[in-house]
């Protein structure tokens, strides 16, 4: 991870930008190595590192805590759990920008896995990637009835957001939603393709989207870059 002395650039500007694409990326999560190891993974001077680190301490993506290291200050997206939202709608209520790119979409013949959760032996598979300031933050999954899949189809998929197509195209009103979080990784294809590396951690979220009549509308499978994305719920204590 040399950076390169010939570059007009300074070498401390260039270890910031390095700096920060590592962390976006999700190289370093929670906190940043020491000096000592940055001078011996870059090859640069103890004054480099520091310039470097404070440029990004005051960016706000690195904040130092005194005794204990210089940790990712990055304000991860947070989804509130107990409303049915879009990642669209989450991301732009965090003030940041919502993108998302189409990997693929269409018939497929579902896995057993699938046909046991949703009862559908064919269904219309759309995959994106989602990104939040051109940040890549998750890759998502969607199963749908085949007749539902191919009205979306006729929308814009790969950048409209798919509940709005739902609910003001397709006249779809929901009712509610069976969601699940757990912990995993992505699929080295996934990992390419979002440009990280396979060993990050993601959230893993499993949702089943009901309509007004109980019929199953969306099986939403989505792997949530766990340092740019956290689920946050809000309890209570009742007495009687």
């Known amino acids: 991870m040399k950076l390169d002395p010939k570059d007009p650039m300074p070498l401390h500007i ?43 301490v005051r960016d706000g993506i690195l904040e130092k805590v005194h005794g204990k290291g210089t940790f990712i200050s990055l304000k ?5 759990l107990g ?10 209520r965090m003030g940041m920008k919502p993108d998302a790119k189409l990997v693929t979409h269409g018939i497929v013949k579902t896995s057993e896995d699938i046909k046991e959760v949703t009862g559908f032996d064919e269904a219309y598979y759309i995959k994106r990637i989602r990104y939040a300031n051109d940040i890549p ?16 189809a006729q929308f814009d998929i790969e950048k409209g957001t798919l509940f709005d197509f739902l609910e003001e195209d397709l006249q779809i009103k929901f009712s509610e939603a069976e969601q699940i979080i757990t912990s995993g990784q992505l699929t080295k294809e996934d990992a390419e393709l979002m440009e ?8 893993v979220t499993e949702r089943l989207l009901m309509d007004q009549e109980g019929d199953l509308i969306e099986y939403y499978l989505a792997y949530f870059r766990s340092d740019m994305y956290s689920f946050r719920i809000k309890l209570s204590r009742k007495y009687n």
Not at 16 to 26: A, P, Q, S, Y
Not at 196 to 203: D, H, K, R, Y
């Open 14 to 56: 260039q270890l910031r930008n390095k700096l920060e694409t590592l962390i976006r990326d999700g190289y370093y999560q929670e906190k940043i190595p020491s000096e000592r190891e940055l001078m011996d993974a870059f090859k640069v001077s103890r004054s480099t590192v520091r310039e470097a680190v404070s440029h990004l």
């Open 137 to 152: 933050i998750a890759m998502e999954v969607q199963y749908y009835p085949v007749e539902i899949g191919e009205k979306l």
């Open 83 to 92: 409303s049915l939202s879009s990642t669209t709608e989450i991301i732009k």
């Open 196 to 203: 990280l590396p396979e060993s990050i951690n993601v959230l």
């Open 76 to 80: 991860p997206i947070q989804d509130w």
